[in-house]
């Protein structure tokens, strides 16, 4: 079945309509000082950069905007600070839904 111009329209609009509702979800769970999982460049050497190694971190919420998160990176050596961070919406989204899911079901 081929859809018509306005057709496809609408369906974009729709699937974008609900992207958008679940960033905005998203936006009224998250708040500074939560913690959530996020995926990062590995580049403690110039081979793990050029490798594009990537590794998921645990993050501190410092502050919530309307496009993007900004964190603190966890270090995962005891005593070391972690770097700062702005993550988008739309990765964090990706990345924390099962983690929100399973928070909303009493898990």
Same mark, same amino acid.
């Given at each position: !079945?081929?859809?018509?111009? @306005?057709?496809? %329209?609408?369906?974009?609009? #729709?699937?974008?309509? +609900? &992207? !958008?509702?679940? +960033?905005?979800?998203?936006?009224? %769970?998250?708040?500074? *000082? @939560?913690?959530?999982?996020?995926?990062?460049? %590995?580049?403690?050497? #110039?081979?793990?950069?050029?490798? $594009? #190694?990537?590794?998921?971190?645990?993050?501190?919420?410092?502050?919530?905007?309307?496009? &993007?998160?900004?964190?603190?990176?966890?270090?995962?050596?005891?005593? $070391? #600070? *972690?770097?700062?961070?702005? &993550?988008?919406? =739309? @990765?964090?989204?990706?990345?924390? %839904?099962?983690?929100?899911? *399973?928070?909303? =079901? *009493?898990?």
């Amino acid at each position: !079945m081929l859809l018509g111009k @306005d057709e496809e %329209k609408l369906q974009r609009y #729709t699937q974008a309509q +609900i &992207f !958008m509702d679940r +960033i905005a979800l998203a936006a009224h %769970k998250v708040k500074p *000082g @939560d913690k959530l999982t996020v995926w990062t460049l %590995k580049c403690s050497t #110039t081979e793990a950069c050029n490798n $594009r #190694t990537e590794v998921h971190r645990k993050a501190k919420v410092i502050a919530v905007y309307p496009h &993007f998160v900004h964190t603190r990176l966890l270090s995962p050596y005891p005593g $070391r #600070t *972690g770097c700062e961070e702005s &993550f988008r919406w =739309d @990765d964090i989204v990706k990345w924390n %839904k099962y983690l929100w899911e *399973g928070a909303q =079901d *009493g898990r």
